[in-house]
Nanobody, 126 residues
């Protein structure tokens, strides 16, 4: 059972930065893919960014490209999401998730992720 614990959320004004961290309990095929998702009030949960823990490849949603960066530490125990130039539309509950690779790749589809953290709130004021 992969365990995920998020940290680093908070409230910031627009234009500022935040870094979210996800502690991942194991570096195995069950957690080959680690992704960040978010859900704003009244909206469906959406994929933000993901990283392949084995290959290091990254994928971003169009809405955050150029502003957010996903990375992993050298021990593969933490996955971070650096969020720059934050906008009020980035306000949401952010979740870290882990899952197996499908067909050798990692997606941003919620259904491909088996393990989820509790979420951390990010609020961006205008």
């Amino acid at each position: 059972q992969v365990q995920l614990v998020e940290s680093g959320g908070g409230s910031v004004p627009a234009g500022e930065s935040l870094t979210l961290s996800c502690a991942v309990s194991e570096y195995t095929s069950s957690a080959a893919c680690v992704g960040w998702f978010r859900q704003a009030p009244g909206r469906e949960r959406e994929g933000v960014a993901r990283i392949s823990q084995f290959l290091g490849t990254k994928l971003y949603a169009d809405s955050v490209k150029g502003r957010f960066t996903i990375s992993q530490d050298n021990r593969r125990t933490t996955v971070q999401l650096q969020m720059n130039s934050l906008k009020p539309d980035d306000t949401a509950l952010y979740y870290c998730a882990a899952g197996r690779a499908r067909a050798g790749t990692c997606s941003l589809r919620e259904s491909d992720y088996d393990y989820w953290g509790q979420g951390t709130q990010v609020t961006v004021s205008s």
